[in-house]
């Protein structure tokens, strides 16, 4: 037996009555002998939520707890939130207004989980697991098509009319309508209207209010949404939890550990730390805006196994939703227990038991930005045991912001057979979020503020950026009886810096996408006219520009044509793809762009490379001018 399955099953043999004690209000743990009856639970985390069993002629309110069978139909009201939990551990969460019904449930062969889930309208967050030695077979069909996963982590949003957007925030979905699929892969998302194949999918945009939490050592942590009471972390003996929409958190083989919240309300969040062992923890915080970071907060302490730690993440956006500032307060020893709503199954026990990683671990490199920092503490502290030191991280403004925001305010899983669906033959305009402009910096407590971003267009996704994760085995831990309560350490005060505010720039020219230029080029296919001026796709993109950025080499036509990776990285070749679009701009007698060549050359001159932070603020104020689509007088 592995130091992992020693701990683990400890943590199996003491989490029953460390539920009976009441440390996890509301978790229930359920047999998965049967795939079928009584394996498929419903919680119910705000009314109003109604079920109407297979072959009912009405709904009616449902019951926290009761389980779920094929043909189930279930919908929650303007307030109603409700978690489906399968035998495997696999969750899905609805948002309010939502209809689904579970219209097929079972196991694939290798024992996995297999069902078919229609959803007619609303908003699901799909966390579909698949455990190492399984096989998952995990279908979503809406009116205007069906997607199918094996290991994903994807929202689904059906408006009224039937217009599906899949998103996927970790692993592929396979989108499938009249008889043409789509892979979409993390970070991008796909519309389909009814009738149609489904949409090219796109790049998401960095959110405009995102903060990656990220803890090392000696305990797992859990974050809770003090608003709606979804939870998204690890809960001891190490069960993923995902039920916070587009969160994103590694599972228990994976050290240190990263929860990724995005497109957050204003509000507070509650993050726990659950000691798993006694020794050091380290925890740091990271708020960013648009993919440039606005606040940061690190904390190191030392914790006793059982005890529970708790730190409170405050929120601020502005009127448009971008994140003004996001605190994170001293974690403190608490007697109190997380409130979580939790289903943890016996199939789930038994794969962790067993040291199985839940997910794939290399679906989550790629994902968390590599620019979060952990400030390291002596393996020997001085701090006495129970006590937390803060510890704050110093941040360095990128490079093209400093160059160009000062002096003007210019700068403005194998292919699934595709169910019957029956499309809605009215459709409407797809599902478009849009980007406002970004937010002015206030920083609190630990965090060290940074400019703010400058403003960002209608939707032309791109994404975060994505760093390597390197997988560690997770340590030897032993579980104890719950937590004894313990004094509150008094945390030392840390002053809070006054910042400068800095002028938030808005596009004001004109400006035509990279997809327009690509599509009006010498090699686009079809009829359409070449319009390029002053370049041509055959030459050398570094040679152009006067920077040295890919090896090999690339030329324009492969710039403006290969914009990201499968990832939906935001990377050189993002960058490179925009760069592109507004050197032509510029170029162009008929756009009045709002960048100068003296401005580009600037951007282009403060990037550097080997810099994710320098990549995604050059991004970012490039693709704000490119992206003022209804502005391109060639369009």
């Known amino acids: 037996m592995t130091g992992v399955q020693r701990w683990v099953a400890v943590a199996i043999g003491v989490i029953a009555v460390v539920a009976g004690l009441g440390v996890f209000a509301r978790l229930v743990i359920f047999p998965s002998s049967d795939v079928q009856a009584g394996s498929t639970i419903l919680t119910v985390i705000s009314q109003e939520v109604s079920v109407q069993p297979a072959g009912a002629d009405e709904p009616r309110l449902a019951d926290d707890g009761e389980g779920l069978e094929e043909g189930d139909r279930v919908t929650t009201g303007a307030d109603g939130r409700a978690v489906i939990t399968f035998f495997d551990g696999s969750t899905q969460e609805l948002e309010p207004n939502t209809d689904i019904t579970l219209e097929e449930l079972g196991s694939t062969d290798s024992g996995g989980l297999f069902a078919r889930i229609g959803q007619s309208v609303g908003v699901t967050w799909n966390n579909v697991l698949n455990p190492t030695g399984t096989e998952t077979d995990y279908q979503l069909e809406t009116p205007a098509s069906v997607g199918a996963v094996r290991d994903t982590l994807f929202r689904v949003e059906v408006n009224k009319e039937g217009v599906t957007e899949f998103w996927s925030r970790l692993g592929v979905v396979r989108v499938t309508a009249e008889e043409v699929t789509e892979d979409v892969d993390a970070g991008t998302a796909s519309t389909t209207t009814p009738g149609d194949p489904p949409g090219e999918p796109e790049v998401v945009p960095p959110s405009r209010a995102e903060v990656t939490l990220t803890l090392g050592s000696a305990a797992w942590m859990l974050v809770i949404d003090n608003q709606t009471g979804l939870a998204a972390g690890i809960l001891p003996p190490g069960l ?87 605190t994170l307060t001293e974690p403190e020893l608490t007697d109190e227990t997380p409130p979580v709503h939790v289903v943890v199954t016996t199939t789930v026990e038994e794969f962790i038991a067993l040291a199985q990683a839940l997910l794939p671990p290399e679906l989550f490199v790629g994902l968390f930005p590599d620019f979060v920092t952990i400030t390291p503490t002596p393996a020997s502290t001085s701090s006495p045991t129970g006590t937390a030191t803060s510890t704050p991280i110093t941040l360095a403004t990128p490079a093209a912001l400093g160059a160009v925001l000062t002096p003007t305010p210019t700068i403005t899983p194998t292919p699934i057979p595709t169910p019957s669906v029956t499309p809605d033959p009215t459709p409407t305009t797809a599902l478009t979020p849009s980007v406002t402009p970004t937010p002015t910096v206030t920083p ?108 090999p080499n690339r030329d324009l036509e492969a710039a403006i044509t290969t914009p990201g990776d499968a990832q939906g990285v935001v990377h050189l070749g993002t960058l490179g793809f925009h760069v592109v679009a507004a050197q032509l701009s510029i170029n162009s007698p008929d756009v009045n762009f709002g960048l100068t060549q003296t401005q580009l050359d600037a951007i282009i001159a403060g990037v550097d490379p080997a810099s994710d932070s320098s990549v995604l603020a050059a991004f970012t104020l490039i693709s704000a001018e490119n992206e003022e689509e209804e502005s391109c007088p060639n369009s």
């Not at 590694?250 to 659950?274: A, M, N």
């Not at 190191?300 to 601020?316: D, H, N, P, R």
């Open 240 to 326: 993923v939890v995902s039920q916070i929409p587009l969160a994103v958190a590694t599972d228990y083989t994976i050290e240190p550990q990263f929860i990724s919240l995005r497109d957050l309300s204003e509000g507070t969040y509650s993050v726990w730390l659950q000691a798993k062992e006694d020794g050091d923890y380290h925890l740091a915080m990271e708020g960013a805006a648009l993919g440039v970071k606005v606040s940061e907060a690190s904390y190191a302490g030392t914790v006793e196994t059982g005890q529970f730690w708790k730190s409170e993440l405050g929120i601020e956006l502005d009127p448009e939703g971008n994140l003004v500032s996001a």
């Open 444 to 551: 609190a407590s630990t965090v060290v503020a940074t400019p703010a971003p400058t403003s960002a267009p209608t939707l032309t996704p791109t994404s975060t950026p994505t760093p390597t994760l390197s997988p560690t085995p997770t340590p030897t831990v032993v579980v104890t009886a719950p937590p004894t309560a313990a004094p509150t350490p008094t945390p030392t005060p840390t002053p809070t810096p006054t910042p400068t505010p800095t002028p938030t720039p808005t596009p004001t020219g004109e400006g035509c996408t990279p997809g327009f230029w690509r599509n009006h080029s010498s090699f686009a296919p079809g009829n359409q006219d070449d319009e390029w001026v002053g370049l041509t796709a055959p030459q050398d993109f570094d040679t152009v520009f006067g920077v040295d950025w890919f090896n």
